[in-house]
């Protein structure tokens, strides 16, 4: 007897699913390697972008916006989530072992993070049906600029935490981010690729670029990025 997904999956469905394993092995690494689980975070932000490629070319399937939402709780609410979390433990020692209010603080950032990503990713599959812009800032967004910022170096943990609960709230506000242009999302996903493959290259330039990239986006495009002409083009981000 065959699967029951067979005939009713696609093959954007088949990477979608590759990005919610990416994003169950960046939290695995996580524990032994923050810097490689963030690597495999930005990949996990790659396999999304692709999904939807693969859905416009060769077509997607009903169930695609529900596994995509779901794929994107894995790779960009828990994995970012427990790289911070990591960073910021064996930043500043704090042990399971010997709990107290600096462990609660470590705990408690990052379980957020999670529970608005998961809310971001509830109203977005039922409510935004706009094809050029969004509510909020995207999870894929939130998750890239964390993985990057870790790629690049940043082990300051009270900028990573401070950071990770600024997201909480972004997540979740009436703020509208528009999509990027065909030629910007062409520019990120290169520097986003280069990023993942040679992180170190040239004194981690790559994820620095994709860090002020990310950042840039993130406090400008609200405000400054919108174009009369923007068409409904593929956002490495996705609007999830």
Not at 122 to 137: F, I, N, P
Not at 155 to 166: H, I, Q
Not at 212 to 221: E, I, K, R, S
């Amino acid at each position: 007897m065959l699967p029951r997904f067979v005939g009713r999956l696609s093959l954007a469905d088949a990477v979608t699913t590759t990005n919610a394993c990416l994003g169950f092995v960046a939290v695995v690494v996580a524990f032994a390697d923050p810097e490689l689980a963030a690597r495999l975070v930005l990949l996990a932000g790659i396999a999304d972008g692709l999904d939807g490629v693969v859905a416009r070319y060769s077509g997607g399937s009903a169930a695609g916006p529900y596994l995509d939402s779901l794929a994107d709780v894995a790779s960009f609410c828990v994995a970012p989530a427990v790289v911070v979390y990591v960073s910021v433990r064996d930043a500043w020692a704090v042990s399971i072992a010997d709990p107290g209010v600096l462990l609660a603080l470590v705990l408690a950032v990052p379980a957020l993070f999670v529970a608005m990503g998961v809310v971001r990713l509830g109203l977005y599959t039922a409510y935004d049906t706009a094809d050029d812009h969004t509510e909020g800032v995207q999870t894929t967004l939130a998750a890239t600029i964390l993985a990057a910022a870790v790629l690049s170096g940043v082990t300051d943990p009270r900028v990573l935490l401070a950071a990770t609960g600024a997201f909480v709230y972004l997540m979740v506000s009436t703020v509208t981010y528009p999509d990027l242009l065909a030629r910007d999302a062409l520019l990120m996903g290169v520097v986003h690729a280069l990023a993942v493959l040679v992180p170190y290259a040239f004194g981690r330039t790559f994820p620095y670029a994709i860090l002020t990239l990310g950042v840039a986006y993130l406090v400008a495009g609200p405000w400054f990025y919108w174009r009369e002409d923007d068409p409904a083009v593929a956002n490495l981000y996705g609007n999830a």
